[in-house]
T-cell receptor, first 114, second 114 residues
Framework: GQQVMQIPQYQHVQEGEDFTTYCNSS?????IQWYKQRPGGHPVFLIQLVKSGEVKKQKRLTFQFGEAKKNSSLHITATQTTDVGTYFCAGRGILTGGGYKLTFGTGTQLKVEL | DGGITQSPKYLFRKEGQNVTLSCEQNLNHDAMYWYRQDPGQGLRLIYY???????QKGDIAEGYSVSREKKESFPLTVTSAQKNPTAFYLC?????????????FGPGTRLTVT
């Protein structure tokens, strides 16, 4: 079945440093979504990427979808303590039926130290 | 306010007992999902449903059962056959459209079985 891996699993940064998490799928994706889960909370949708090579920005966050639509990345510039949490990518395989089933990545837990 | 509610937030059961987790949404979403989250792992799909009276197994359905008698409700039963039931359970819902199906998550139920 489809597998989605993320690296790194954990990342500790000093406030103000940049952070990047990478997402890799075993199969080609029709689109990819990113979610953030704060400690003790539930995942919250951040963004969806659909087109090959697409880049989207949300303030300090930059999301990219690979040209082959098998990988994606999330980059945070100048991290803040409010960025703490676990970031998940989630993709729908291009060959799967049913447009609503997502496969979630393993997540990257970000800790930001002052 | 629109949203997804899960109850209870914390649940304790003895081994060998079945337990049902509640999930209700008033977002008028057609699709609903159940995920399991274990420490250091991503979200794993248990069951999902696109329409009332229909549901499909996810990646880890063994030991679980669901029903979808109403659009708003998608309860999950953790049976005694589930070998490792202690986990954080998340319910989610989404619209069903080709272009947009971000998932909205409930606050989760943390189940402990001893």
């Amino acid at each position: 079945g489809q597998q989605v891996m993320q690296i790194p699993q954990y990342q500790h940064v000093q406030e103000g440093e940049d952070f990047t998490t990478y997402c890799n799928s075993s199969t080609t994706l029709s689109n990819i979504q990113w979610y953030k889960q704060r400690p003790g909370g539930h995942p919250v949708f951040l963004i969806q990427l659909v087109k090959s090579g697409e880049v989207k920005k949300q303030k300090r966050l930059t999301f990219q979808f690979g040209e082959a639509k098998k990988n994606s990345s999330l980059h945070i510039t100048a991290t803040q303590t409010t960025d703490v949490g676990t970031y998940f990518c989630a993709g729908r395989g291009i060959l799967t039926g049913g447009g609503y089933k997502l496969t979630f990545g393993t997540g990257t837990q970000l800790k930001v130290e002052l | 306010d629109g949203g997804i509610t899960q109850s209870p937030k914390y649940l304790f059961r003895k081994e060998g007992q079945n337990v049902t987790l509640s999930c209700e949404q008033n977002l008028n979403h057609d699709a609903m999902y159940w995920y399991r989250q274990d420490p250091g792992q991503g979200l794993r799909l248990i069951y999902y449903s696109q329409i009332v009276n229909d549901f499909q197994k996810g990646d880890i359905a063994e030991g679980y059962s669901v029903s979808r008698e109403k659009k708003e409700s998608f309860p999950l039963t953790v049976t005694s056959a589930q070998k490792n039931p202690t986990a954080f359970y998340l319910c989610a819902s989404s619209i069903v459209q080709a272009s947009s199906y971000e998932q909205y998550f409930g606050p989760g139920t943390r189940l402990t079985v001893t």
